[in-house]
């Protein structure tokens, strides 16, 4: 069964130092993957995407995740945490033409808090 | 251009009775999609339309919930009768569906309290 693990609920990080959050997502088919971010009391808003291509993709906040197909992990880092970074973090799952349907599957993970401490 | 509209923001029920959501997409959008998110979880897809037919609704308790999307445009979530396990942000999203691309735009939610 397809399914999207996202280890850690809660990441406590320092102002400036280095985060990096993990996803893993079992499938035998290939996907795309997605992170989503949901700041407080809003709607969610997608970070970045990887659909095909180059294995590490770039979101304009400076955040990076990057795909790596043998460990099914699409884990999200950023160099140099901000306050304002302080949000949920969400991966999601799609697999196109789900079970040759025609129309997409998509799966979140649980989520993980990081907390963002000056 | 315009984002997904969701109302009411917010609601305060009392157990076993009835509520509704409405959403309307982002103009052009065929996919149409109703989540579930409990406070500490991630989204927990509850319906999905393309146009204006269900394609998934597996996960939808439909004892008690219910979805239209009329002329696939714009679609209402109900539930009757609410039980305090409701108590959730409803999210709609909708997508562009294209070729290699099925990424979701969401609308702010409606947090739904039952008491």
């Known amino acids: 069964a397809q399914s999207v693990t996202q280890l850690d609920s809660q990441v406590p990080v320092f102002e400036e130092a280095p985060v990096e959050l993990r996803c893993n997502y079992s499938?035998?088919?290939?996907?795309?993957l997605f992170w989503y971010v949901q700041y407080p009391n809003q709607g969610l808003q997608l970070l970045l995407k990887?659909?095909?291509?180059?294995?590490l993709v770039e979101s304009i906040n400076g955040f990076e995740a990057e795909f790596n197909k043998s460990q099914t992990s699409f884990h999200l880092r950023k160099p140099s945490v901000h306050i304002s970074d302080t949000a949920e973090y969400f991966c999601?799952?799609?697999?196109?033409?789900?079970?040759?349907?025609?129309?997409?599957?998509?799966?979140f993970g649980p989520g993980t808090s990081l907390s963002v401490i000056p | 251009e315009a984002g997904v509209a969701q109302s009411p923001r917010y609601k305060i029920i009392e157990k076993r009775q009835s509520v509704a959501f409405w959403c309307n997409p982002i103009?052009?959008?065929?996919?149409l999609y109703w989540y579930q998110q409990i406070l500490g979880q991630g989204p927990k897809l509850l319906i999905q339309f393309q146009n204006n037919g269900v394609v998934d609704d597996s996960q939808l308790p439909k004892d008690r919930f219910s979805a239209e999307r009329l002329k696939g445009v714009d679609s209402t979530l109900k539930i009757q009768p609410a039980k305090l396990e409701d108590s959730a942000v409803y999210l709609c999203?909708?997508?562009?569906?294209?070729?290699?691309?099925?990424?979701?735009?969401f609308g702010q939610g409606t947090r739904l309290t039952v008491v």
């Open positions: 499938s035998s088919v290939s996907v795309y």
């Open positions: 999203a909708s997508s562009q569906r294209r070729i290699m691309n099925t990424e979701a735009f």
């Open positions: 990887y659909l095909s291509g180059s294995t």
């Open positions: 103009s052009g959008h065929a996919t």
């Open positions: 999601a799952v799609s697999w196109p033409q789900y079970m040759k349907t025609s129309y997409d599957k998509v799966i």
